[in-house]
């Protein structure tokens, strides 16, 4: 959790997120390339796991503006994540190694358990007294 409060200064003070992507490929560039299925009209050059850990096509839609067209490979063929490359030492191993939206489903759970007792605590006893909705008719 202090690791995320971290990255999120970092990201918002000085406009740094410490992530990377890493891939495990199960074939050849042509069949990578075939997974990428047809490329759309337009279509520059193809990508594979960019910073964002997405693959998909790069496509000029005019006067020289290239946007990033993003395909799901088959899981067969090849995988992209993106993970946390800086994290401290004390944090196990097999943390680091987490894509990072399996860590945001973790850290998710922990803050909405969090709002749950927090809830419980401190508003339940008013559910009843004071309703946050109510009908007007």
Known sequence: MKYFVEARNNLEKQGRLDVGATANINGSIEDIIRGLGSPPPGTVRYF?????????????IGHGEIVKYY????K???SVKQVFHSMPDAIPDE???MPVDELCEI?????TAILDDAYKVFLSKQK???PYLRLVK
């Not at 594979?48 to 693959?55: K, L, R, T, V, Y």
């Not at 395909?71 to 088959?74: D, K, M």
């Not at 850290?107 to 803050?111: A, E, M, Q, R």
């Open 128 to 130: 009843a007294k004071v």
């Open 48 to 60: 594979i796991g960019d910073n964002a850990g997405g693959s998909g096509w790069e496509v000029d």
């Open 95 to 97: 943390i680091q190694k």
């Open 107 to 111: 850290v998710l759970g922990k803050l």
């Open 76 to 78: 067969s063929v090849a």
């Open 71 to 74: 395909v799901n490979f088959p």
